[in-house]
């Protein structure tokens, strides 16, 4: 049998493994995954550059699937590869099943990414291939590689593509091959129903390498990866003219490719014969789990390949190793996922400055001291103070990645999935900063990183109503809510999916910077103001060693002898409350405790004893918060109650809007006073 029938014979091979995985199943998307078979058999089978026996290695290509819905191809092809087994394909989308309806990253199998929003997939393959770049500019082209990635007509039409193609196209990737499945169908019309755009113009337009071919010739795939590999200035796009549900036929043999109902729906319910389309494509529709000897060996020469390649690739890293020990001491560390070492406690802060002015502090350390971090804003830099690094590095032009610092533009959404790219790339630290208002834009990305368990911290600034005259479009109300949900929300490793703080002053940003750093398992989310707050009192004279206490989620600020009530917040609301504890006292002799909440999901895990220490069940507790009460319901209890706002803001300056809503010491007098029957 020729190369070319057995390279094809592999493309068959998996389509009927994707279509026997959905039929099986009774569920999925079979028509995208028989298309684009041609092309992800040849990129593994030619191409794609890994150690089988070291899925890890940090200079294995990357390969990032952006329709996740096409999950059958990729575990098809990485059957092939040796990565899961016929059992377990054919336990498609059931529980307990390592072949979930979209897959979950899982780098030991050879998956880079969780995908299913579409768009979001391709975008993270733009941040692993700035983290390359990044680190290449470090410690050399030796330690280059590709990063792929693989797009549908959904990813195309979703608008976070936008930023994604402007992007890597004006930083000039050209570390970059994105295979655009171009099959003109999508899940419930044909494309040309809802688009005319001229999608290789739009990419050149962005500075891209576009190449168009028929994306189920094994040849002109060979061709245009070849093209993509010899480009030094630019990422590339590889169109491919694809087939939906390819080699999909009726019972009475006559062709059912092209249709929208194979997108979708497994081919017996869509109109084909899974039985006759199997018999089609060359296999057994009684047995199609099966990889045909063929391929197997195909298969196995390539890993053979492979090993070898690898091998060398790691004889010129050892042999760089050995000729610069220092640089080879920092990459490890780099990939060693430990939280950078900082000395927070000599961190100098200007007392009684708003939490960004504070994290803009932090920064500038970070900028001198954490070698292998990336910061980035969605050109916003000089107000989220994420300029603070900025300062102190240049950002990222075309083709020199000597710096640190992204400037997305305006692309909140694009941006926080590139961090996640970055993060799954791994050897580099990631921060992205914007309005918390503008949180709303970022929430799918924060969601994967959330899901992937991704270390990616968000810098959101200008909390809350005391925005001030910008108005209600920019003062978040019901913002900080949102995000706490995911906090409750459990990962797959029943931990809070994200860790969440909104340090009450200058000293307690820097815990809670440190808090971030060191939370190398999920996603933190950091809400600063952007108004001076007060410093608490720092009853023991230092007040960063007591707001360390903050690792705790909630801490007691300071405490009377005989405590009457209970008084909570996070943010600049705590120093509204000592302002109103001081009124308690001075006027009716009032008794407080006083407690800092950065973090509720933080709280909530601690021990029962350290719950009841802080927030004693047995006293009245009031709950103080510039967002929605019910961000603050958990922590009162149902001995409390909570002033918060339940309705948009309004234009005005800030110190007008607390007055207007509430947020002074002689309200804070008045609630506790009610509260109590005082």
């Known amino acids: 049998m020729s190369q070319l029938n057995v390279l094809n ?40 550059t890994y150690d089988p026996k070291d899925p890890e290695w940090i200079n294995r290509d990357r390969f990032f699937l952006d329709p996740g819905h096409m999950s059958p191809m990729l575990y098809a092809i990485l059957s092939l590869t040796g990565k899961f087994t016929m059992e377990e394909c054919s336990n498609f989308r059931q529980w307990d099943s390592p072949t979930p309806g979209h897959p979950e990253v899982d780098v030991m199998r050879g998956i880079e990414n969780t995908s299913g929003p579409l768009g979001q997939g391709h975008v993270m393959a733009v941040g692993a291939a700035i983290a390359e770049r990044f680190l290449c500019a470090r410690f050399g082209e030796w330690m280059s590689h590709k990063t792929y990635a693989f797009i ?18 004006h930083l000039g990737l050209h570390n970059l091959i994105m295979f655009y499945d171009s099959n003109d169908i999508q899940l419930s019309t044909e494309t040309w129903a809802v688009t005319k755009e001229d999608t290789a113009k739009k990419y050149e337009a962005w500075g891209w390498n576009v190449l168009t071919i028929d994306g189920n010739s094994a040849e002109a795939i060979r061709g245009a990866l070849t093209m993509a590999h010899a480009e030094t200035e630019r990422p590339t796009l590889i169109i491919g003219k694809t087939i939906m549900g390819k080699g999909a036929v009726t019972e009475s043999g006559e062709s059912y490719e092209r249709k929208c109902a194979t997108h979708g729906m497994p081919l017996g319910e869509a109109g084909a014969s899974f039985e006759k389309s199997i018999e089609n494509l060359g296999g057994d ?3 199609p789990f099966v990889i045909f000897p063929e391929v197997a060996d195909l298969y ?37 996922k430990e939280a950078p070492a900082v000395d927070y406690a000599k961190i100098a802060q200007k007392a009684d400055q708003a939490t960004r002015a504070a994290s803009a ?90 899901l992937m368990q991704l270390p990616v911290k968000y810098i959101w600034t200008h909390d809350a109503f005391r925005v001030g005259e910008d108005g209600p479009t920019h003062q978040p109300i019901e913002q900080e809510a949102q995000i706490r949900l995911m906090e409750q929300l459990k990962n797959h490793h029943g931990k809070n999916s994200a860790l969440v703080l909104r340090p009450a002053d200058v000293e307690e940003c820097t815990v809670a910077w440190k808090m971030a750093m ?19 009192p720092a009853v023991s004279g230092n007040r960063y060693e007591e707001a360390l206490q903050a690792a705790k989620g909630a801490y007691i600020v300071t405490k009377d002898e005989k405590p009457e009530v209970v008084l909570v917040a996070n943010g600049s609301e705590v120093a509204s409350l000592v302002a109103g504890a001081e009124l308690l006292k001075e006027r009716k002799g009032i008794q407080v405790q ?41 922590l009162v209890g149902k001995n409390g109650i909570v002033w918060g706002l339940d ?32």
């Not at 936008?162 to 992007?167: F, K, N, T, V, Y």
């Not at 992205?432 to 503008?438: A, E, K, L, R, W």
């Not at 060191?518 to 608490?536: F, G, M, W, Y």
């Open 594 to 634: 006083i407690v800092s909440a950065p973090s509720e999901g933080l709280f909530f895990n601690q021990s029962k004893e350290y719950q009841e220490e802080v927030i004693p069940s047995n006293l009245p507790v009031f709950g103080l918060t510039a967002g929605l009460p019910s961000s603050m319901y958990r």
């Open 9 to 48: 014979r592999a493309a068959d091979n998996i389509r009927i493994l994707a279509a026997a995985m959905v039929e099986k199943a009774k569920s999925g998307h079979p028509g995208g995954a028989m298309g684009g078979a041609d092309f992800v058999n040849i990129l593994y089978s030619e191409f794609l």
């Open 300 to 336: 196995a020469k390539r890993a053979a390949e492979l090993e070898k390649i690898a091998a060398e690739k790691k004889a010129e890293q050892a042999a760089w190793e050995a000729a610069n020990p220092e640089l080879a001491a920092k990459l490890k560390k780099f990939f060693s």
């Open 361 to 450: 502090t932090v920064l500038g350390v970070f900028a001198k001291e954490v070698e292998n971090m990336i910061v980035s804003s969605a050109d916003l830099a000089n107000s989220d103070k994420t300029d603070g690094f900025l300062k102190n590095t240049t950002f990222f032009k075309n083709n020199d990645f000597s710096g640190a610092f992204l400037q997305a533009g305006v692309c909140e959404l694009t941006m926080a999935a590139i961090m996640n790219g970055i993060a799954l790339h791994g050897g580099v630290v990631c921060a992205c900063g914007t309005f918390f208002v503008f949180s709303d834009y970022m929430k799918p990305a924060v969601r994967m990183a959330a």
């Open 285 to 287: 529709p009684k047995n």
């Open 518 to 536: 060191e939370n190398v398992e999920t996603p933190t989310a950091l809400i600063l103001s952007r108004q001076n707050i007060k410093n608490l």
């Open 647 to 678: 309705h948009f803001g309004y234009s005005a300056p800030f110190k007008v809007l607390d007055e207007k809503f509430g947020f002074t010491a002689e309200n804070v007098f008045n609630q506790v006073s009610a509260l109590l029957n005082k």
């Open 152 to 169: 549908s007509d959904g990813g195309v039409q979703e608008e976070i593509s936008q930023g994604a193609g402007r992007l890597a196209g």
